[in-house]
């Protein structure tokens, strides 16, 4: 799988900003998506996931209630849609691909796009 983020971009403390991450390469609606974001001189943190039917989301504790994570099969396609944008939310955010089986597991990662939330 291949997957391509964009939508990153400086915004104002208050704002929203749309992430979208489109996939090709295998089968995207076997997968479940997931988005995770790197700040500046720190680990790399999980943000939420959603499953391949898009029907559980699980969000980190720091951005539920403020982001939110939906996909379009038909498009290949999974969004973060992130309001109410704290300069905390800096980063830069990857999506993942994953998959697994008894035995087996894919996890794909994407290049990164930047989110600069201003204060």
């Known amino acids: 799988v291949q997957l391509q983020a964009c939508g990153g971009g400086l915004v104002q403390a208050g704002g929203s900003l749309r992430l979208s991450c489109e996939a090709s390469g295998r089968t995207f609606s076997n997968y479940a998506m997931g988005w995770f974001r790197q700040a500046p001189g720190k680990e790399r943190e999980f943000v939420g996931v959603?499953?391949?039917?898009?029907?559980?989301?699980y969000y980190a504790d720091s951005v539920k209630g403020r982001f939110t994570i939906s996909r379009d099969n038909a498009k290949n396609t999974v969004y973060l849609q992130m309001n109410s944008l704290k300069p905390e939310d800096t980063a830069v955010y990857y999506c993942n691909a994953d998959r697994r089986g008894s035995m087996w597991y894919q996890n794909y990662w994407g290049k990164g796009t930047l989110v600069t939330v201003s204060s």
């Open positions: 959603i499953t391949w039917s898009g029907g559980r989301l």
